[in-house]
T-cell receptor, first 113, second 110 residues
Framework: DAGVTQSPTHLIKTRGQHVTLRCSPISGHKSVSWYQQVLGQGPQFIFQ???????GRGNFPDRFSARQFPNYSSELNVNALLLGDSALYLC????????????FGSGTRLTVV | EDQVTQSPEALRLQEGESSSLNCSYTVSGLRGLFWYRQDPGKGPEFLFTLYSAGEEKEKERLKATLTKKESFLHITAPKPEDSATYLC???????????FGKGTTLSVSS
């Protein structure tokens, strides 16, 4: 079975640009979450979506937005990129509640120059 | 504020030298304590979920335990392939997110 797939794997953007990251969950998983991981830190929660509805939002500015599609795949959008947005962006999926455990993708490495 | 603290930040072991990693959490009414392994440039790989004090789970050379305030990841007779960053996380009070610690980077030399 395919795991959580994310695209692209690497990305270089210029300050002020916009970026879209994509995630396909494990088949049958209806919940997708996004995390940002800066080098040397643990992942930090950005969004959770379940059945196409936002269920949770972390402490990130409005430049960050996301959505989930009818096939449960998801996009994370970041506007007006800053140097500090450079990080590994992780997508995770689960069947439902958190207590079932999350499966993470390999992430998208975003570098803002 | 919910917080997860891991110690030590880094740990160097010789092959076969057993040790433990610590994770302290602050969420009252714990809904789940998670351990993940992360290799460089990869996403976290799920290891264990613990739900109640006294619970223990094992997988190969790893054993996770849980008390009311802490969790421990015991590594018995580690091998170089166990070298990775080990992340601990708890569920936030809303049940919508994982709160991660900074991780413990384990290096095992032969």
């Amino acid at each position: 079975d395919a795991g959580v797939t994310q695209s692209p794997t690497h990305l270089i953007k210029t300050r002020g640009q916009h970026v879209t990251l994509r995630c396909s969950p494990i088949s049958g998983h209806k919940s997708v979450s996004w995390y940002q991981q800066v080098l040397g830190q643990g992942p930090q929660f950005i969004f959770q979506y379940y059945e196409k509805e936002e269920r949770g939002r972390g402490n990130f500015p409005d430049r960050f937005s996301a959505r989930q599609f009818p096939n449960y795949s998801s996009e994370l959008n970041v506007n007006a990129l800053l140097l500090g947005d450079s990080a590994l962006y992780l997508c995770a999926s689960t069947t439902g509640g958190l207590n079932y455990g999350y499966t993470f993708g390999s992430g998208t490495r975003l570098t803002v120059v | 504020e919910d917080q997860v603290t891991q110690s030590p930040e880094a740990l160097r072991l010789q092959e076969g030298e057993s040790s433990s990693l610590n994770c302290s959490y602050t969420v009252s009414g714990l809904r789940g304590l998670f351990w993940y392994r992360q290799d460089p440039g990869k996403g976290p790989e799920f290891l264990f979920t613990l739900y109640s004090a006294g619970e223990e789970k094992e997988k190969e050379r790893l054993k996770a335990t849980l008390t009311k305030k802490e969790s421990f990841l015991h590594i018995t007779a580690p091998k170089p392939e166990d070298s990775a960053t080990y992340l601990c996380a708890e569920t936030n009070q809303a049940g919508t997110a994982l709160i991660f610690g900074k991780g413990t980077t384990l290096s095992v030399s032969s």
